[in-house]
């Protein structure tokens, strides 16, 4: 009975207050709620639910005391052979308790905001929309408004496996002893192996502790390198480096250093530290002990910079690009792993010696080779700072402006020349300085010869538009060409009125579209547009220097299973989120999420990103209605072509211009 009671009159305050509030012409609305849904481990997620309470107004707690006669705040999450909830309802916030006296009771509630948590196991890890709804009321000192339910839809996305990470860094690991090894084959590092390892067998009277001696000296190169990527780490940490490898001048700096390193191997000239740094710690190397073996270590890592440094320069060109925040420290642990290892194997087994090639000739010719490369690897940075452009600013006005002299057809072209000068070159046709004469070609330099100029072969159809699936992510994308293209990586039944989206008048440039599909450049106008035509929006975060977001364009998107549903079905808007075109003064704001100053386009989309869908990476694809409503959980990288179709047939399907799902 007591409870019909504490009903009954709870419905009496909000008939009387909605009669009050309709005779005002006022609406009530003093809760604004936002939610997402985050993956815990391989298993689990939390659904965040957070209230945003007006000034002067209180929600209730979950529970109230039996006495009191209004409504507790209650969820309800619809049942579903998707999930589990685990546990209650976890509210965060600062609770008020007051007691009235006449009649005795106990209110609760929570001012200004409030949080509530629910742990949920998922038993479908291929991702699905969880339904869920809250009913609360919400009161101040003179009122309450009627209780209220609230709709939510959350968008649970496909469970990433947390080992992903580790096996990406595994590669990672991989390929920095890749790079590491390669850097034991310069002048500068190849005949220090049986000097140094000759010095601690004579050195001591026992083999082992000769092995000892090249084991402290092996884990002091590791120790220096590691520290050198922990120190770059913590100054830029994982953003800073996604940021460099973003901006243009940074990138224009990089092709030059890669440039000067390359012309150093080839041997215009020799790029070493200060004299003074080696000589110094080879001085104080000789004191013998712990201390005496990491110096002999530091003056290697001095001496050999002219060949590591490139290298070097390799690791952290790649971990800027991955953005990821262990990438750089993993990189140079690989690397130092592979250039110190054999210092100890060959203490340890000192008759493998004799089996090592005699320094010589062949020496400079894996140096050239090496620089041939580090040239055209210096070209991919050169792309990127011509793609993204170089942000100048003048008095009040910022712009992005591209150089336009590296277009696709550009950069394919140089690599052509490159690798058929190195093919040349390993046959002896070609002679730089330094180089001793060939008497005879070994199949090893053929093999290499052989590869070299295939890939030249190989890319020359790229020229006029064939995809270059091998290398796809790394030239300019297909839309920034010269126009050279015959069809064969172009879009054959693209919108043909695209004009109004490839040169949008808001921005400062003329930005493609990836396949010369018909796109928008701005988020607003894609969703006023797709209102007109009745078609869901596909949003891509993307980049200009997002190497992952050019193999899709370039490897999945044009796969006859996905092309016809992004050209006929959605409204395509990418979002670059590199684009350092100046926002005008009036769109100019303060993210609330990062708290930093909103001043260019690609920060407007990369906050929107962050905001919307608590993502910071490129690619990343959202499928919504005319409302922004997710159609179905949003993902990133996807190089599964089925995978990838049946995300966005699934878009698909859900849209309806009345959809209504709240994120």
Same mark, same amino acid.
């Given at each position: ?41 391989? &298993? ?10 007006? +000034? ?5 707690? %979950?529970?109230?005391?039996? @006495? ?119 002048? #500068? ?15 001591? &009277? ?36 996604? !940021? ?23 041997? !215009? ?8 740094? &080696? ?56 690397? &130092?792993?592979?250039? !110190?290892?054999?210092? !100890? ?93 060939? +008497? ?30 091998? *290398? ?46 018909? #796109? ?18 596909? *949003? ?5 220097? #997002?190497?992952? #977001? ?40 303060? @993210? ?10 690609? %920060? ?60």
């Amino acid at each position: 009975m007591r409870h019909l009671l504490k009903g009954a009159l709870a419905i009496l305050l909000s008939v009387a207050f909605t009669n009050s509030v309709k005779a005002q012409g006022k609406i009530q609305n003093p809760i604004t709620w936002t939610t997402t849904a985050t993956q815990l481990n391989d &298993s689990e997620f939390v659904l965040v639910m957070h209230a945003a309470i007006q +000034k002067d107004w209180h929600i209730y707690a %979950q529970k109230l005391d039996t @006495s009191a006669v209004q409504v507790p705040t209650a969820f309800t999450y619809v049942a579903s052979a998707d999930y589990k909830t685990t546990g209650a309802t976890e509210e965060i916030g600062k609770v008020i308790n007051v007691t009235d006296t006449s009649p005795r009771e106990i209110e609760t509630y929570f001012t200004d905001s409030v949080t509530y948590k629910q742990k949920i196991t998922v038993q479908n890890k291929a991702g699905f929309m969880l339904k869920a709804n809250v009913y609360y009321q919400t009161c101040n000192l003179g009122m309450c408004l009627p209780p209220k339910q609230v709709d939510f839809t959350f968008a649970i996305p496909p469970v990433k496996k947390k080992s992903e990470g580790s096996s990406g860094y595994i590669w990672l690991l991989i390929i920095a002893m890749g790079v590491g090894i390669g850097s034991l084959l310069t002048p #500068c590092v190849f005949p220090m192996i049986p000097l140094t390892v000759s010095f601690f067998l004579k050195k001591n &009277s026992s083999r082992k502790q000769a092995i000892r001696d090249a084991s402290i000296y092996s884990l002091s190169i590791i120790s220096i390198y590691v520290t050198l990527g922990v120190i770059i780490t913590l100054i830029y940490g994982s953003d800073g480096l996604n !940021a460099i490898a973003s901006n243009g001048w940074v990138n224009l700096i990089y092709f030059t250093v890669f440039v000067i390193f390359g012309f150093s191997f080839l041997g !215009a000239f020799e790029i070493t530290l200060p004299s003074s740094w &080696s000589s110094k710690t080879d001085t104080a190397s000789e004191r013998g002990g712990v201390i005496g073996i990491f110096l002999m270590a530091l003056t290697l890592v001095i001496v050999s910079f002219s060949c590591t440094g490139p290298f070097l320069g390799f690791l952290l060109g790649g971990a800027s690009a991955s953005g990821h925040y262990w990438s750089l420290i993993i990189g140079c642990l690989g690397f &130092s792993l592979a250039l !110190a290892l054999p210092f !100890a194997l060959f203490a340890i087994f000192p008759s493998w010696l004799k089996s090592l090639p005699k320094s010589g000739g062949w020496l400079n010719s894996v140096k050239v080779v090496f620089g041939l490369f580090e040239i055209a690897f210096a070209l991919k940075f050169l792309s990127t700072a011509d793609l993204v452009g170089l942000n100048i600013k003048w008095l009040h006005f910022s712009t992005g402006i591209q150089m336009g002299i590296m277009k696709r057809e550009v950069f394919l072209s140089l690599w052509i020349v490159i690798f058929f000068i190195m093919g040349l070159y390993l046959l002896g046709k070609i002679k730089f300085h330094h180089d001793s004469d060939i +008497k005879y070609v070994s199949v090893f330099r053929l093999m290499i010869a052989i590869f070299a100029f295939a890939f030249s072969v190989y890319l020359m159809p790229g020229l006029f538009g064939a995809p270059l699936r091998l *290398i796809s992510g790394f030239p300019p994308p297909s839309f920034y060409n010269e126009g050279w293209s015959l069809g064969g990586n172009e879009s054959k039944t693209a919108v043909a009125d695209t004009s109004k989206v490839h040169a949008h008048p808001k921005f400062g440039r003329k930005i493609g579209c990836p396949l010369n599909l018909s #796109c928008f450049h701005d988020y607003s106008e894609a969703l006023a547009y797709s209102k007109q035509v009745g078609k869901p929006v596909m *949003i891509d975060f993307t980049g200009f220097s #997002c190497t992952n #977001c050019r193999r899709m364009e370039e490897n999945v998107w044009p796969d006859s299973r996905v092309l016809p549903l992004i050209q006929n079905d959605y409204v395509l808007v990418s979002l670059y989120v590199d684009d350092p075109t100046e926002l005008p003064d009036s769109l100019k704001y303060t @993210s609330k999420t990062t708290g930093e100053k909103v001043e260019t386009y690609g %920060q407007k989309w990369s906050d929107m990103e962050v905001v919307t869908y608590q993502v910071n990476s490129q690619p990343y694809y959202a499928l919504v209605d005319n409302n922004s409503n997710l159609l179905t959980p949003a993902r990133g990288y996807t190089p599964d072509i089925e995978e990838y179709a049946k995300f966005l047939q699934e878009g698909k399907n859900n849209f309806h211009p009345s959809a209504a799902v709240v994120k």
